[in-house]
């Protein structure tokens, strides 16, 4: 048995022997760094307890390379670890959250009798395709916790039939919503404290009882504005993903948001047009290699601004982009002349 950080909580989980001498002084660096990678000969089962643990680790290196092996890890491996009786929520959690996408894996995370809310309102928030059709046709789940049916309903991915079969009523005609410039600076103002209170102070009064996406379920739009351009990074994540687009667009302006988050922007094709012209308007941000790199190969970038971009990358980045069928033939034409061009 042993007792493993998750989020704010202490989780016990009961390791193996080949687990725990791993864990053991015995297991040095490179014992554990082969380990996180997948690369010592153990059973499926136990490397993903090992996984999990590096992943809840404090070891920044071993948190990464375990994180990798979860994302690349064959899924016969991870089904036989779902197959587990005693496996505990929390690794059924780390599973869902890394591999959501697989509807293989997702139909035995679903139907593991073990499987937490927490991972449940996950899927119903970030899932789509056969994975959330899943989930909205898992009616225990459903009965069990109502709150799903919404989290789903509030899903992008979820077509108007899914919507409509969980009870959603599609909304009346609204008058014509305020400009985004009014809205975005009064927003602005609330947010500078000019109604007496600071976010700090705002942040004291949530009712620490809820999720941020359960508040975020009734909140109105100037108010998703304001949290967007101060919320915390858990906020960020969740508003960059709103339909509505003076709130996505209210995240990029936000003065905390980390180059990180820029660069999955950048590299989301769904990001809208706005989003795109915001980062190119910022010279910092355009700075970044990573940055220049997603917006080559982002649909919305203007086409000349992406070849202007082309000229600072990498020998490997043109050459993959030449054979690429993701971009534009114009994108992949440059590509090889700037590859011919270095040939002479």
């Not at 760094?33 to 089962?45: D, F, H, K, V, Y």
């Not at 000019?194 to 009734?218: A, R, W």
């Not at 992406?306 to 054979?323: P, V």
Request: proline share 5%; aromatic share 4%; net charge positive.
């Amino acid at each position: 048995m042993t007792e493993q950080k998750s989020g704010s909580a202490q989780v016990h989980i009961k390791v193996p022997a080949e687990v725990a001498k791993i864990m053991s002084k015995w297991g040095g660096h490179n014992v554990k760094l082969a380990a996180a990678r997948g690369a010592l000969p153990m059973s499926g089962p136990n490397l993903v307890t090992v996984l999990f643990i590096f992943f809840h680790g404090e070891n920044d290196e071993l948190k990464k390379e375990a994180l990798n092996t979860l994302k690349t890890l064959p899924a016969k491996i991870l089904l036989a670890t779902l197959g587990e009786p005693e496996l505990h929520p929390a690794t059924i959690d780390l599973i869902a959250r890394v591999r959501y996408r697989d509807p293989l894996l997702m139909k035995e995370v679903l139907a593991n009798p073990l499987v937490g809310q927490k991972t449940l309102q996950f899927l119903a928030q970030y899932s789509s395709g056969d994975v959330l059709d899943m989930l909205s046709h898992n009616d225990v789940a459903l009965q069990k916790a109502p709150l799903l049916k919404k989290l789903i309903i509030r899903n992008p991915s979820a077509d108007k039939l899914m919507k409509l079969r969980l009870g959603w009523e599609e909304p009346k005609p609204e008058p014509a919503p305020e400009s985004e410039s009014v809205a975005v600076k009064e927003a602005a103002k609330d947010a500078a404290g000019e109604d007496g209170f600071s976010t700090d102070e705002i942040e004291e009064f949530e009712d620490e009882t809820l999720s941020k996406y359960q508040m975020l379920l009734d909140m109105p739009v100037a108010e998703k504005i304001k949290m967007a351009l101060t919320g915390d990074k858990e906020w960020r994540a969740l508003l960059i993903r709103e339909s509505n687009k003076m709130v996505c667009n209210s995240v990029l302006k936000n003065p905390r948001i980390s180059d990180g988050e820029v660069v999955a922007v950048a590299k989301n094709r769904s990001s809208n047009d706005d989003m795109i012209r915001i980062i190119l308007l910022n010279r910092e941000w355009v700075k970044h290699y990573e940055v220049k790199k997603a917006l080559v190969t982002h649909p919305r970038t203007p086409i000349q601004k992406a070849m202007r971009f082309m000229s600072f990358l990498t020998e490997k980045d043109i050459k993959e982009l030449a054979k690429s069928r993701n971009v534009s033939q114009a994108i992949v034409n440059n590509a090889r002349r700037i590859m011919m061009s270095k040939k002479h």
